[in-house]
């Protein structure tokens, strides 16, 4: 199993999370972003700059997946085209993203995009806190011990 982070919009506190997990589990990771991100040196962790442009990390990253790969993004339609080609998405709150609910999420998503295009105001996410931290970092846990 590789890890791929969908760099653009993944927090530092993620970030950090999944750099120390690569490190101690030799677990390949590449964060794929448009923009430069800074990286820690290790054989296992890599950079993959993207040109700009609506999802061209996404389509580099979808490009790139081999089955059973682990994906890192909040984007729910990059996250059901992973599904949907073999592999695992995990948002940074630790919910993992399967084909018995990523049709709900979707649903949702297209819900409050079409409730914000009309003029009403979501208010959109909580901050990241620590218990989405400690969420995102045990079920990681759980996906490398399953797949190590």
């Known amino acids: 199993m590789k890890i791929w982070i969908d ?3 993944c927090p530092n506190a993620i970030k950090d999370i999944l750099f ?3 490190e101690r589990t ?3 990771l590449t964060l794929v972003a448009n923009h430069t991100v800074k990286i820690p040196r290790s054989p296992h962790i890599s950079f993959l700059q993207v040109a700009s442009g609506f999802d061209v990390a996404d389509n580099e990253i979808v ?3 081999a089955p059973g790969d682990l994906v890192i993004t909040g984007d729910i339609p990059l996250a059901a085209e992973i599904i949907e080609n073999g592999g695992q998405a995990l948002n940074p709150r630790g919910e993992l993203y399967t084909a018995d609910n990523i049709k709900a999420r979707l649903t949702m ?3 409050m995009e079409s409730l914000r295009s009309s003029g009403v105001e979501s208010g ?7 218990g ?3 969420a995102f ?4 846990d759980k996906i490398i011990t399953r797949h190590g």
């Not at 959109?124 to 620590?130: C, E, F, M, V």
């Not at 970092?137 to 990681?140: G, M, R, W």
């Open 7 to 9: 760099g653009d919009a």
């Open 26 to 28: 030799a677990t390949r």
């Open 132 to 134: 989405d931290r400690k």
């Open 109 to 111: 998503r297209d819900l």
């Open 20 to 22: 120390r997990a690569a």
């Open 124 to 130: 959109g996410q909580a901050p990241l806190n620590h």
């Open 63 to 65: 490009k790139r997946l």
């Open 137 to 140: 970092a045990d079920q990681l």
